[in-house]
């Protein structure tokens, strides 16, 4: 087993349970190789360098972590068998796959070794394991400081959230979700495949499953007045189209155009600023471990 942790990462608990995770892998027969990483995006170059000789990679750290695991695996011949330990603020991906936040009982749904086959976004040239999206409130998990998310938790996100309220960029785009397309200045994209968003559930009407090759799509187009919000609102609660603003639908592919670059979050990292994406659902690309 390759075992890569980020130090940093949420409140740091790991790293002062470092042995006892190591003790449980060993004393379950694994042969473990242990390496923290010391730099952004070090943990890409580490299974682009070593996983391939590995029958399991696990990682801790929290959702940016995964992000870079899985993109560090797709393009390996052979992966490795991939398990996760969340040590984040909010850890969207181990809430939607029933992994606890407790270390060792993470590490316990490691040994019990329940396998799935789950999908994989890819956007563009890269990958992402849950959420792709732009707009409102979905830079906050990458603007909101690392000091104030150890000493506040989901409160930080929250409150970063809550002091940008009222300054709310719109973006005149088009898209084509599947075979039906789509044109506004919209608020808010999702691009999502996961149970979780934001620490927030996703109600259960809307369906999500992780392995069914769809994306959950959510589009919110800019209201005019409190009443056009509060339909807005009712919609994103109740996942239904309750507003003519508010565009829901499941797709395999979503063709993105803009007319000025816009800034994406993918997994609840930035992602960079784009004109054009082409956004794909990866059936079952993956197989990893789950609660």
Known sequence: MLFIFNPKSGTQKLPDRL?????????AGFLVTVYPTQAANQL????????????YLVVSGGDGTVSDAINALMPMQKRPI????????????????N??????????????????????GRFNDRHFVYVAAFGLFTDVSYSTSQTAKNWLGKLAYFLEGARRIWDMPTFACDFQIDDDYIQGDFVLGVVA??????????????????????????????????IQSQEVLASLLTQEEKSPLVTIRKAKRVAFHAYEAVPWTLDGDYGG??????IENLHQAVEIITG
């Open 44 to 55: 890409v170059a580490i299974c682009h360098q070593l996983a391939s000789d590995f029958d």
């Open 193 to 226: 495949n996961t149970h979780s968003i934001a620490g927030m559930k996703m109600p259960k009407n809307i369906d999500a499953h992780m392995d069914d090759g769809l994306f959950e799509v959510i589009l919110v187009q800019r209201p005019e007045g409190i």
């Open 273 to 278: 600023d784009f004109y054009r994406a082409e």
């Open 82 to 97: 991939f398990g996760f330990i969340p040590s984040g603020t909010v850890n969207d991906f181990a809430q939607s796959l």
């Open 99 to 120: 992994i606890p936040t407790f270390i060792p009982a993470a590490v316990d749904i490691i040994l019990q070794g329940k396998k799935n086959r789950l999908d994989v």
């Open 19 to 27: 042995f006892d995770v190591c003790n449980a892998f060993t004393a």
